[in-house]
């Protein structure tokens, strides 16, 4: 579609960054390019429009996106980063602070951001935002969802273990204590000093 001559300034502008961009609505930019965080791309493109209400897509080389749409003091940002939920959130900026604020630009909360519970849920305002634009659905034109590849099963068959024979419990025997061995010789002993006496039958005491 013919470009709108009140972004034609802009869209200049974001080219000279070496993006590409076209205008896919009316007063809706949808920019390409090799940048890691699409937000900061297009936080920094609205704010370049001054008080336009303007939206933008900014999609990376990484097939990530995010959708900015601003028309003060209403600024909505939808996330979408691989296979991840979509996060949305809806800020009201006061007159004295723009898109590009550094705290936006990090993607940090703000006093001025509208709470959902859960987080980053869609609000009926956002929604209303986005509907100004003739924004019905927040993915970019020809964006097509990541399908997430899950691995087949693979079967493998474990052996079952034998089971093992139980022991059979033996019964402690106490041991005997071993008797001194007797030895099979008698000696003779004198009846008067109590010697042995040797095999001649004398007691060597001469007793």
Same mark, same amino acid.
């Given at each position: 579609? @013919?470009?709108?001559?009140?972004?034609?300034?802009?869209?200049?502008?974001?080219?000279? @960054? @070496?993006?590409?961009?076209?205008?896919?609505?009316?007063?809706?930019?949808?920019?390409?390019?090799?940048?890691?965080?699409?937000?900061?791309?297009?936080?920094?493109?609205?704010?370049?429009?001054?008080?336009?209400?303007?939206?933008?897509?900014?999609?990376?080389?990484?097939?990530?996106?995010?959708?900015?749409?601003?028309?003060?003091?209403?600024?909505?940002?939808?996330?979408?980063?691989?296979?991840?939920?979509?996060?949305?959130?809806?800020?009201?900026?006061?007159?004295?602070?723009?898109?590009?604020?550094?705290?936006?630009?990090?993607?940090?909360?703000?006093?001025?951001?509208?709470?959902?519970?859960?987080?980053?849920?869609?609000?009926?305002?956002?929604?209303?935002?986005?509907?100004?634009?003739?924004?019905?659905?927040?993915?970019?034109?020809?964006?097509?969802?990541?399908?997430?590849?899950?691995?087949?099963?693979? @079967?493998?068959?474990?052996?079952?273990?034998?089971?093992?024979?139980?022991?059979?419990?033996?019964?402690?025997?106490?041991?005997?204590?071993?008797?001194?061995?007797?030895?099979?010789?008698?000696?003779?002993?004198?009846?008067?000093?109590?010697?042995?006496?040797?095999?001649?039958?004398?007691?060597?005491?001469?007793?």
């Amino acid at each position: 579609m @013919e470009t709108t001559p009140e972004l034609a300034d802009l869209i200049d502008l974001i080219k000279a @960054e @070496e993006h590409t961009v076209e205008e896919v609505l009316p007063g809706v930019l949808h920019v390409k390019g090799k940048f890691s965080n699409p937000e900061r791309i297009a936080l920094r493109a609205v704010a370049d429009a001054g008080d336009r209400p303007i939206a933008v897509w900014a999609t990376s080389h990484r097939d990530d996106w995010v959708l900015v749409a601003w028309d003060r003091p209403e600024l909505v940002a939808i996330n979408q980063r691989g296979e991840t939920p979509q996060r949305w959130r809806h800020r009201q900026l006061p007159a004295t602070l723009n898109p590009d604020a550094q705290t936006f630009l990090e993607g940090s909360s703000s006093p001025f951001d509208i709470e959902t519970r859960p987080k980053h849920q869609p609000t009926t305002a956002a929604r209303e935002v986005l509907s100004r634009f003739g924004i019905t659905d927040p993915p970019p034109p020809g964006w097509v969802a990541p399908v997430r590849e899950v691995p087949a099963p693979v @079967e493998k068959v474990v052996p079952a273990k034998a089971p093992r024979a139980s022991r059979a419990t033996k019964t402690a025997v106490p041991r005997t204590p071993a008797k001194p061995a007797k030895s099979d010789v008698v000696y003779k002993v004198c009846p008067t000093c109590f010697m042995a006496i040797p095999s001649t039958g004398i007691c060597d005491n001469g007793c």
